[in-house]
């Protein structure tokens, strides 16, 4: 059975940081491109963070650039996201997910066409 399991959420102060993992299981994803979205309350699910296959290229939404780094550990089957500077309009549940090919499209940024996506983490950002 295929799985991403997200971890790393929590509370921070504004100005903090937390480091999200995205742990993959059931199949290798080193060659699939993988993506970060959030879904804050009362809002659709938008895009935050993707990174090509071995790392060879990173995307980023306009609201988290110098910010939010996405890495990878395909040794470890792991996506990262390490969030700093956080502000309290980051306050979302933050899900990742696998595409069907190793480079990452602009087309899954409306969160279609891809293949498998974790339960979400909760990260709240206090002012």
């Known amino acids: 059975q295929v799985q991403l399991v997200e971890s790393g959420g929590g509370l921070v102060q504004a100005g903090g940081s937390l480091r999200l993992s995205c742990a993959a299981s059931?199949?290798?994803?080193?060659?699939?491109?993988m993506g970060w979205f959030r879904r804050a309350p009362g809002k659709e699910r938008e895009f935050v963070a993707a990174?090509?296959?071995?790392?060879?290229?990173?995307a980023y939404a306009d609201s988290v650039k110098g910010r939010f780094t996405i890495s990878r550990d395909s040794a470890k089957n792991t996506v990262y996201l390490q969030m700093n500077s956080l502000k309290p309009e980051d306050t979302a549940v933050y899900y990742c997910?696998?595409?069907?090919?190793?480079?990452?499209?602009?087309?899954?940024?409306?969160?279609?066409?891809?293949?498998?996506w974790g339960q979400g983490t909760q990260v709240t950002v206090s002012s």
């Open positions: 990174i090509s296959w071995m790392g060879v290229g990173t």
């Open positions: 997910a696998a595409a069907p090919t190793s480079y990452w499209s602009s087309d899954y940024g409306n969160s279609r066409g891809l293949d498998y």
């Open positions: 059931g199949r290798t994803f080193s060659t699939s491109a």
